[in-house]
């Protein structure tokens, strides 16, 4: 079992991506993933929405665009649930012997989205969703900021999230720099459209310091 003095979580290390649609947490989590098992690291990269079985049934419904209009709340629930089960069958487990985990989305998007994109009341929102997670929180998130127009046009097909206007995106962009600017100790935020391999060595940095890793 590997343990990372100083932070959050007593035992592995918790890192997250997130940022806005097309902005590359994908990418840059899975960069990162591999960086870290060449030093020797037991590695977990995950996902949300959808990474258990009860989350791929709440995947398809929120981003399904067939499921068309859902309440604001109802939104979020589902979302709530999806994090809940998350936490509860994939990351906490794989902490507790010393991984590090490292998730492609959690909390903050949706804190971003349904929080400041739906006008949702952020302190109800955030009670919801940290009880959900029994508010395990990340010793790391990279927010991968990009201009809306540019992340969204990188897609041919968009999902029902990806289909909402502009404006809600413009919204929750806005969401996940407040978010960072809070806590400047546990955030790193990026410029997305600098070269991934540019991108990928911030991020290995930061991790190193963080952890008190060589690099």
Do not use: N
């Not at 990269?45 to 419904?61: N, Q, Y």
């Not at 089960?85 to 971003?112: C, F, M, N, Q």
């Not at 400047?184 to 952890?211: G, K």
């Amino acid at each position: 079992m590997t343990s990372y003095p100083g932070l959050h979580t007593d035992s592995g290390a918790f890192v997250c991506f997130e940022g806005g649609e097309g902005a590359g947490k994908s990418t840059q989590a899975r960069l990162l993933a591999e960086w870290l098992r060449e030093q020797g690291h037991d590695v977990l990269l995950t996902f949300e929405p959808g990474d258990t079985p009860v989350g791929k049934d709440i995947r398809r419904i929120v981003l399904d665009p067939a499921t068309g209009h859902l309440a604001d709340r109802t939104e979020a629930l589902l979302y709530a649930a999806d994090k809940a089960e998350h936490v509860e069958k994939v990351v906490r487990p794989a902490l507790a012997t010393g991984v590090v985990v490292i998730t492609d989305r959690y909390v903050d998007t949706s804190l971003a989205y349904q929080g400041t994109g739906r006008g949702i009341d952020a302190a109800e929102l955030e009670h919801v969703l940290r009880w959900a997670t029994g508010d395990l929180r990340p010793d790391l998130t990279v927010v991968l900021d990009l201009e809306p127009e540019l992340g969204l046009g990188r897609f041919e097909e968009r999902d029902r999230i990806e289909g909402e206007s502009l404006e809600f995106h413009q919204r929750a962009r806005q969401g996940f720099l407040d978010l960072a600017g809070a806590d400047p100790d546990h955030y790193l935020v990026l410029d997305a459209s600098y070269p991934e391999v540019v991108l990928a060595d911030v991020i290995r940095d930061r991790f190193a310091l963080m952890t008190g890793a060589t690099r």
